[in-house]
């Protein structure tokens, strides 16, 4: 069965960076582009980014380029996303979400469990 | 940016009704890439339809989703107590993609 399972919570202070990991399992790893998406207490979803499995190439919304990495390790099924700069305002819980299909522009079949990541002073 | 808006904010409704949520995009979603998902309270979302009108594996067809270009909606044909939860709808037609404000379902 698919599975992503990401790490655990995170406090960071501001200025910071925080590298978070979605370690896969159950289906063919380089198949399906795997996006980021955060989700701040009590709001919405945002979609941060997308990185292609199997060339390692990525996409970024505009709001988060030039502080976000994402990167892959081919080896062991796992993905990485890291954001720099933290402030107040990245406190989020952040997901990790596999394509529906092999395009860079999917719905998420498939989401990890969340990691909480806090920043504060 | 394309700018999903939900409506209602909230929706209150007793076991067994019909729920519409409807989804407005700012400009047409093209090839109606169009996703909802259900999260319920400390849960990781779920993705319930997509293209529009598909259903995802496993979900009961009560569910169904409709509509095309800018104007989109879930149904929930018969409301169940376990349905309790936000929807999301979401466009992956172009980036970034983006969700919308979200929809709480209440059970009376």
């Known amino acids: 069965q698919v599975q992503l399972v990401q790490s655990g919570a995170e406090v960071k202070k501001p200025g910071a960076s925080v590298k978070v990991s979605c370690k896969t399992s159950?289906?063919?790893?380089?198949?399906?582009?795997m996006s980021w998406v955060r989700q701040a207490p009590g709001q919405g979803l945002e979609w941060m980014g997308v990185?292609?499995?199997?060339?390692?190439?990525?996409g970024s919304a505009q709001k988060f380029q030039g502080r976000i990495s994402m990167t892959r390790d081919t080896s062991t099924s796992t993905v990485y996303m890291e954001l720099s700069s933290l402030r107040s305002e990245d406190t989020a819980v952040y997901y990790c979400?596999?394509?529906?299909?092999?395009?860079?522009?999917?719905?998420?079949?498939?989401w990890g469990q969340g990691t909480l990541v806090t920043v504060s002073s | 940016e394309i700018v999903l808006t939900q409506s209602p904010g909230t929706l209150s409704l007793s076991p067994g009704e019909r729920a519409t949520l409807s989804c407005r995009a700012s400009?047409?979603?093209?090839?109606?890439?169009l996703a909802w998902y259900q999260q319920k309270p400390g849960q990781a979302p779920r993705l319930l339809i997509y293209?529009?009108?598909s259903r995802a594996t496993g979900v009961p067809d009560r569910f169904r989703g409709s509509g095309s270009g800018t104007d989109f909606t879930l149904t929930i044909t018969r409301l169940e107590p376990e349905d309790l939860a936000v929807y999301y709808c979401?466009?992956?037609?172009?980036?970034?993609?983006?969700f919308g404000g979200g929809t709480k379902v209440e059970i009376k």
């Open positions: 979400a596999r394509g529906r299909r092999s395009s860079d522009y999917d719905p998420f079949d498939y």
């Open positions: 159950g289906y063919g790893f380089t198949s399906h582009y």
């Open positions: 990185i292609n499995p199997r060339a390692g190439s990525i």
């Open positions: 400009q047409s979603v093209s090839s109606g890439y």
């Open positions: 293209d529009a009108s």
């Open positions: 979401q466009q992956y037609n172009i980036s970034p993609l983006t």
